[in-house]
C-alpha cells in the first residue's frame, strides 16, 4: 500500500494559500495601478527627450497636406463699370502640397518649457491636385495696392510722384502670373527695388522677390521662435506658449487681443471632463494672433472617441457683435469698429499689405463682402475650420485649418489704376491644412487611452483567481472531500 503524500492540512494550505495569495496581488494592484498608469502616461505624453510625444513632435509623423485655390478675375476690365457689372471671380485648384514639419534648434529650459524653430517643407503632388503650377492666374497686382495702401494718408504731391513713377514702369492694377510664381516661386517687380531706395516709411516687404510663400519653404526662421511649456511639472500646460519670438504680447493688436496664447496645434493638454463649456485656442503666426474653437460635438475616428472644436463667428469679429473682440480692430478706437463681422486686418502681420482674413468665400461673413463681387459660394461642409481632440491625451485626430486672404481695394484719384475704383475686398486665394491620424499612432493612442483600465481588468481577473481557489476550498470542506485518493495499482477497492 503507498502511502498518501499529502495530508488534508497541506492541501488546504495550498488551496487557501494560493486563494489569499491572488486576492492580496489583485486588491494591491487594483489600489496602486491608477498612480503607476498616471506616472506611466505622464513620462509618455510630456515633451522631453525619449517620450513618445517628443518623437512625434520633433518630426511631424502624420501625414500633413496644404491645399490652395487660387481666385481668378475674369473681368477686370469691366472694374469701372462697377457699379452694373460685379467683379467676378473663378476659383482654381486645389493645389496641392505635402507638408512636413522639423523641429529645429530645440533647448530644453530650466523652468519647465522648450524653445525651437520650426523648419516646413512643401511638395507639389500634381496626382491630388486640380490643375498645374503653371496654370495663369489673374488678380490684384500686390505691390501697387500695397504701395497705395501705405500713401494713403500721404500729401497729394507723394501720391503724384508715384503715380508718375506708375506710368514709368507700365504698372497695371490687375497681373496675371502662374500659380508657381504666386505661392513659392516669387517674381520680380519693376516697381520693388524703386521703392525701397525711396524708404518710405510704412514699406517693408523684406523680400527680393514678390509672392505669398517666398523664402518660406524649408526655412528655419520665417514662423519665428517658439517657447512653449514642457508640461514636466503640470500637465495642464503641456504644450502651451509661453512667449513667441522672445514676448508674451504681441505689438498687432491691442490689449488681450495681443495676447500669445493656446497651443501650436501640434500638442495639447488632456482636457477637462466637461469639454462643452470649454473653448480651446491655437496661436497661428500667419497672422500673429491666437484662434479660438468652440467645443461642437463628439466624434469617432479609428477606434477613438473624440470631440471637435469648431470655428464660430466670434474669431473674426472686430467687436460689431462680441464686445470681447474689439481690440482686434487696428484703427483708432474711436473708429472701431471698423470692419463689418468676417473680415480681420492683419496688414501690420504682412509687412504693411492692405491684407485682410476670412473664411473661405466669406463663409460666416457679413452678407456685404459677397454681395460686391459675384464667385463667392460659401457653405459650412466645405469651409468650416475644425479640429478634433482625444480628450485624454490631447493627440490630434483630424485637422482642417483654412482661411481666406483678401486685399483691399479703395478708390484714391491721385493714382490713376484706382480712381474710381469701388472699395472693395478682393479675395485673392485661400488655404487649406489638413492632418489625419494614421492607424499606426491610433494603435499607440488606444493603448495610452485604455491603460488606466488596463491595470484593473488584471487586478480583477487575479482577483477572479483567487476567489476560485478560496470557493474550491470553501466547497471541499464542506463536503469533506480532503480524503487522499493515493493507493498502490494493486490494492483492491473495498468490497
Given at each position: 500500500?503507498?502511502?498518501?503524500?499529502?495530508?488534508?492540512?497541506?492541501?488546504?494550505?495550498?488551496?487557501?494559500?494560493?486563494?489569499?495569495?491572488?486576492?492580496?496581488?489583485?486588491?494591491?494592484?487594483?489600489?496602486?495601478?491608477?498612480?503607476?498608469?498616471?506616472?506611466?502616461?505622464?513620462?509618455?505624453?510630456?515633451?522631453?527627450?525619449?517620450?513618445?510625444?517628443?518623437?512625434?513632435?520633433?518630426?511631424?509623423?502624420?501625414?500633413?497636406?496644404?491645399?490652395?485655390?487660387?481666385?481668378?478675375?475674369?473681368?477686370?476690365?469691366?472694374?469701372?463699370?462697377?457699379?452694373?457689372?460685379?467683379?467676378?471671380?473663378?476659383?482654381?485648384?486645389?493645389?496641392?502640397?505635402?507638408?512636413?514639419?522639423?523641429?529645429?534648434?530645440?533647448?530644453?529650459?530650466?523652468?519647465?518649457?522648450?524653445?525651437?524653430?520650426?523648419?516646413?517643407?512643401?511638395?507639389?503632388v500634381p496626382e491630388m491636385s486640380n490643375g498645374t503650377l503653371d496654370d495663369d492666374v489673374t488678380n490684384l497686382n500686390l505691390i501697387p495696392t500695397t504701395v497705395a495702401y501705405t500713401l494713403r494718408h500721404q500729401h497729394a504731391v507723394v501720391k503724384m510722384i508715384v503715380n508718375f513713377l506708375f506710368k514709368e514702369k507700365n504698372v497695371h492694377m490687375t497681373l496675371t502670373k502662374k500659380v508657381r510664381e504666386l505661392l513659392f516661386d516669387g517674381y520680380d517687380d519693376p516697381v520693388l527695388d524703386f521703392l525701397r531706395k525711396l524708404n518710405i516709411s510704412g514699406f517693408v516687404i523684406p523680400f527680393n522677390l514678390v509672392g505669398w510663400f517666398v523664402e518660406r519653404n524649408e526655412s528655419s526662421t520665417h514662423d519665428g521662435r517658439f517657447n512653449i511649456y514642457t508640461g514636466e511639472d503640470d500637465m495642464a500646460k503641456l504644450g502651451v506658449i509661453a512667449n513667441w519670438n522672445n514676448?508674451?504680447?504681441?505689438?498687432?493688436?491691442?490689449?488681450?487681443?495681443?495676447?500669445?496664447?493656446?497651443?501650436?496645434?501640434?500638442?495639447?493638454?488632456?482636457?477637462?471632463?466637461?469639454?462643452?463649456?470649454?473653448?480651446?485656442?491655437?496661436?497661428?503666426?500667419?497672422?500673429?494672433?491666437?484662434?479660438?474653437?468652440k467645443y461642437e460635438k463628439q466624434i469617432d475616428k479609428l477606434g477613438l472617441r473624440g470631440n471637435r472644436w469648431v470655428a464660430d463667428e466670434r474669431v473674426l469679429d472686430n467687436g460689431w457683435n462680441y464686445p470681447p473682440a474689439s481690440c482686434y480692430c487696428t484703427s483708432d478706437i474711436a473708429s472701431c469698429p471698423d470692419l463689418l463681422p468676417g473680415v480681420l486686418n492683419v496688414s501690420q502681420c504682412q509687412f504693411g499689405a492692405p491684407a485682410f482674413i476670412s473664411f473661405p468665400h466669406f463663409y460666416l461673413a457679413d452678407q456685404s463682402y459677397r454681395d460686391a463681387i459675384s464667385g463667392m459660394n460659401p457653405s459650412k461642409e466645405e469651409h468650416e475650420f475644425y479640429m478634433a481632440l482625444e480628450p485624454q491625451t490631447g493627440i490630434p485626430l483630424d485637422i482642417r485649418g483654412q482661411l481666406q486672404l483678401n486685399l483691399m481695394m479703395t478708390p484714391d484719384e491721385h493714382f490713376s489704376i484706382f480712381e474710381n475704383v469701388p472699395k472693395i475686398f478682393i479675395p485673392m486665394l485661400w488655404f487649406r491644412q489638413t492632418a489625419n491620424l494614421t492607424e499606426d499612432l491610433a494603435k499607440t493612442a488606444w493603448w495610452a487611452v485604455n491603460l488606466p483600465n488596463f491595470g484593473l481588468w488584471i487586478a480583477f481577473g487575479i482577483l477572479g483567481v483567487g476567489g476560485i481557489f478560496v470557493i474550491v476550498g470553501i466547497v471541499l470542506t464542506i463536503a469533506r472531500k480532503w480524503t487522499c485518493s493515493s493507493r498502490s495499482d494493486d490494492e483492491e477497492p473495498l468490497q
Open positions: 500500500m503507498t502511502a498518501c503524500a499529502c495530508t488534508e492540512k497541506t492541501k488546504k494550505i495550498w488551496i487557501f494559500g494560493c486563494g489569499g495569495f491572488f486576492l492580496l496581488i489583485g486588491m494591491i494592484l487594483a489600489v496602486v495601478w491608477s498612480a503607476v498608469s498616471i506616472n506611466i502616461l505622464h513620462n509618455q505624453l510630456v515633451l522631453k527627450n525619449g517620450s513618445q510625444t517628443y518623437n512625434n513632435w520633433v518630426e511631424t509623423p502624420i501625414p500633413m497636406y496644404l491645399e490652395f485655390y487660387m481666385f481668378n478675375w475674369t473681368n477686370p476690365e469691366k472694374i469701372k463699370d462697377w457699379q452694373t457689372e460685379k467683379p467676378n471671380f473663378v476659383q482654381l485648384g486645389p493645389y496641392v502640397f505635402t507638408e512636413k514639419r522639423v523641429r529645429a534648434d530645440v533647448k530644453f529650459n530650466a523652468n519647465n518649457t522648450v524653445s525651437f524653430n520650426q523648419t516646413r517643407t512643401w511638395h507639389f514676448v508674451n504680447h504681441t505689438n498687432f493688436y491691442r490689449d488681450h487681443c495681443g495676447t500669445v496664447s493656446g497651443t501650436t496645434g501640434e500638442i495639447w493638454p488632456p482636457l477637462p471632463t466637461d469639454q462643452s463649456q470649454v473653448d480651446i485656442e491655437m496661436f497661428t503666426p500667419d497672422i500673429c494672433r491666437s484662434i479660438t474653437l
